[in-house]
């Protein structure tokens, strides 16, 4: 298919580059077919938040922390960070993983966010050699399977698996029930976002993302990974919450809430992020190698469920990545 016979979806932003996408005679893809509407949604929402209630107050309080979150500086970490704060009364661990690309705005936030909310906050800092050594490589070649790059760059895909790694190898090692992350409802549906993490499961996927890491970075990946003795411990094994799924969400609100915490959204960071500096041009290298966005997919389900428009949606999706932002990061790996 080339460049100008590409199009989007009449009701969502899909393009018809994205992998396995079909349209009816109306132009609406397969995807916004199935589609069952807010009402299902709404009740779907509510009865996950139901579930983590019903897990808090059945949890005995053994460890230091009830849940650890993985904690980027973006607004959306900042505000479940202070969800499970103020609306579930939860102590929590704040768990940041510095790619070596954190705007210097974002680390600014973590302090103040967490200084405001009262959060110990735990800074877990790579070899910037190693880190950048495995960026390039997935800039310049493909480490994973081809429905992972349905949902995000190659080059972001391996930031999150350390991010996953190292946070719930924290948890076993702490003895944390719970693993908090900030993802948005397009990210990952609400079915998930109350879920038990297992030995069997997370071994397979921690493998998927490993044996690319290590073949590249060497074994200096290997402490953010959880190791064979820890797979033993199922019992330690916490639960994944993601509570943006199933509590009302509107980006705008969300920024003018957590503004009142001390942040504030950076100048160098793209309009999908809002504390990476390499995330434009991973943006860039992804759109360029499969003609569609990474984040397509995510703002796709959030356009179809009305917590964007899809004018909105377009302007996330559309424009070119900007190009000093872009030039940054290409100087910076080398």
């Known amino acids: 298919m080339t460049k100008k016979?590409?199009?989007?979806c009449n009701n969502c932003i899909l393009p018809s580059t994205f992998p396995g996408i079909s349209f009816n005679e109306e132009g609406i893809c397969n995807h916004c077919q199935r589609y069952k509407g807010e009402d299902a949604?709404?009740?779907r929402q509510k009865k996950y938040e139901d579930k983590f209630l019903a897990l808090l107050a059945n949890q005995k309080r053994k460890g230091t922390y009830d849940v650890i979150v993985a904690y980027s500086g973006g607004k959306d970490s900042t505000y479940t960070l202070d969800i499970f704060v103020k609306r579930y009364k939860l102590r929590v661990l704040a768990l940041t993983f510095d790619n070596t690309f954190i705007s210097s705005?974002?680390?600014?936030n973590i302090r103040n966010v967490c200084t405001s909310l009262g959060v110990d906050n735990l800074l877990v800092q790579p070899s910037a050699t190693m880190m950048r050594t495995i960026f390039r490589?997935?800039?310049q070649r493909e480490l994973y399977s081809a429905k992972t790059l349905e949902r995000a760059s190659t080059i972001c895909t391996s930031c999150i698996g350390f991010v996953k790694g190292i946070v719930l190898r924290t948890a076993i090692e702490k003895q944390i029930p719970f693993v908090g992350f900030g993802w948005s409802p397009g990210q990952a549906p609400v079915q998930s976002s109350v879920m038990r993490t297992n030995p069997a499961l997370m071994k397979g996927t921690q493998a998927a993302v490993l044996k690319p890491l290590l073949e590249i970075g060497g074994e200096g990946v290997l402490p953010y990974f959880l190791t064979d003795e820890q797979f033993e411990q199922k019992e330690l094994f916490p639960w994944n919450v993601h509570p943006l799924a199933f509590l009302p969400y509107?980006?705008?609100?969300?920024?003018e809430h957590i503004k009142t915490l001390g942040?504030?959204?950076?100048?160098?960071?793209?309009?999908?992020?809002s504390n990476c500096t390499l995330n434009a041009f991973a943006n860039q290298v992804h759109r360029q190698r499969y003609d569609f966005h990474p984040y397509v997919w995510e703002i796709a389900n959030m356009v179809r469920t009305g917590v964007l428009t899809r004018e909105e949606g377009v302007e996330k999706i559309e424009p070119p990545e900007d190009a000093k932002m872009v030039d940054f990061a290409e100087s910076e790996l080398g």
């Open 5 to 8: 016979e590409r199009f989007l």
């Open 41 to 43: 949604t709404v009740a």
């Open 105 to 108: 705005r974002a680390l600014e």
């Open 137 to 139: 490589a997935a800039a």
């Open 250 to 255: 509107d980006e705008d609100d969300i920024v």
């Open 263 to 273: 942040w504030e959204r950076p100048d160098d960071t793209d309009p999908n992020s």
